[in-house]
């Protein structure tokens, strides 16, 4: 169990470039989540995966961000044309789970902590 | 829906005091509860989960009891120690949701 991963750690960007984040899961998870948390608060859902199929999506998720598991492994999130706002640290869990159940607990990645100069 | 209220931070005790953090939360149905750690530079780690009225969590020294007559799941250490110094994150999973709410998280300080 190598836990989860993701890259890159930090990520530095001017005001409206596209930035992209990679999620490696726990491999025989089935459940991807992505998360933000910003300074001095906790975790905020934005997006869900069950195998390659995204679940569900937070209101958070503007159209300016997308996020993908194409083969039900790894995950990307992307944002495009990113503002100061965007700034915060982006966080991936997975879990196990088997049909609609809630499975078992998620487990988290040390996150990619994004600054927009 | 669904909410977490955790007591504000820091908290700041010295080597082997008790330690009670809130929790409170607001959910449709029976929601499983959970608190997680996160070290200085770290992610946030599992400590403890309970899943139904009464289960009592618990790992490390720290414990918890899911109180569904007042809706908290409050954490517990009797000794902490310098190592224990973290942000503490209450959570919850319910109301036919995956992913999970957290509390603002409370930062413990404890000093030698």
């Known amino acids: 169990d190598t836990g989860v991963s993701q890259d890159p750690r930090h990520k530095i960007t001017k005001r409206g470039q596209n930035v992209t984040f990679r999620c490696d899961p726990i491999?025989?998870?089935?459940?991807l989540y992505w998360y933000r948390q910003t300074l001095g608060q906790g975790p905020e859902f934005l997006t869900y995966?069950?195998?390659?199929?995204?679940?569900?999506k937070s209101r958070l998720l503007s159209d300016r961000f997308s996020a993908e598991r194409p083969k039900g492994s790894f995950s990307t999130l992307e944002i495009q044309r990113t503002e100061q706002g965007d700034s915060a640290m982006y966080l991936c869990?997975?879990?196990?789970?088997?049909?609609?159940?809630?499975?078992?607990?998620?487990?988290f990645g040390d996150g990619t902590r994004l600054s927009i100069l | 829906g669904n909410s977490v209220t955790q007591m504000e931070g820091p908290v700041t005790l010295s080597e082997e005091a008790f330690l009670t953090i809130n929790c409170t939360y607001t959910a449709t149905g029976y929601p499983s509860l959970f608190w997680y750690v996160q070290y200085p530079g770290e992610g946030l780690q599992l400590l403890l989960k309970?899943?139904?009225?009464?289960d009592k969590g618990s790992n490390k020294g720290f414990e918890a009891t899911y109180r569904k007559e007042t809706t908290s799941f409050h954490l517990e250490k009797g000794s902490v120690q310098v190592s224990d110094s973290a942000v503490y994150f209450c959570?919850?999973?319910?109301?036919?949701?995956?992913?999970?709410?957290f509390g603002s998280g409370t930062r413990l300080q404890v000093q030698p």
């Open positions: 959570a919850l999973r319910g109301g036919g949701r995956r992913a999970l709410t």
């Open positions: 309970a899943t139904k009225a009464d």
């Open positions: 491999s025989e998870h089935n459940r």
């Open positions: 869990a997975s879990s196990y789970a088997t049909g609609p159940e809630p499975g078992q607990p998620q487990h």
């Open positions: 995966f069950q195998n390659e199929a995204q679940l569900e």
